[in-house]
């Protein structure tokens, strides 16, 4: 089992940055895979971002892309997620997952944050 505690997170005006970051601990080995996501008020949770842990692949939602960066650091078992340009639309809670299953894209197998909440007023 993988934990996750996610920071980062706060207010922020239209235009600002963030930087959220997440933190593994646990049995950190077995990760394949770290993303992010995301649910505003009264919608389903979207996808956001991921990267592999073993390479530099990445993929993003098209609405994020050119604004937000995933990266992470191996050394600190840690990822981040870069985010720029925010729009009021961005406004939703973040979570970031982990999954050891290259074919897991949902990260339905696997463990999930608690959430930080990212508010970008107008």
């Known amino acids: 089992q993988v934990q996750l505690v996610e920071s980062g997170g706060g207010l922020v005006q239209a235009g600002g940055s963030l930087r959220l970051s997440c933190a593994a601990s646990?049995?950190?080995?077995?990760?394949?895979?770290l993303g992010w996501f995301r649910q505003a008020p009264g919608k389903e949770r979207e996808f956001v971002a991921a990267?592999?842990?073993?390479?530099?692949?990445?993929g993003y939602q098209d609405s994020v892309k050119g604004r937000f960066t995933i990266s992470r650091d191996n050394a600190k078992n840690t990822v981040y997620l870069q985010m720029n340009s925010l729009k009021p639309e961005d406004t939703a809670v973040y979570y970031c997952?982990?999954?050891?299953?290259?074919?897991?894209?949902?990260?339905?197998?696997?463990?999930w944050g608690q959430g930080t909440q990212v508010t970008v007023s107008s």
């Open positions: 646990g049995r950190t080995f077995s990760i394949y895979r």
């Open positions: 990267i592999s842990w073993i390479n530099d692949n990445t």
């Open positions: 997952a982990v999954t050891s299953l290259p074919y897991d894209y949902a990260f339905k197998a696997g463990s």
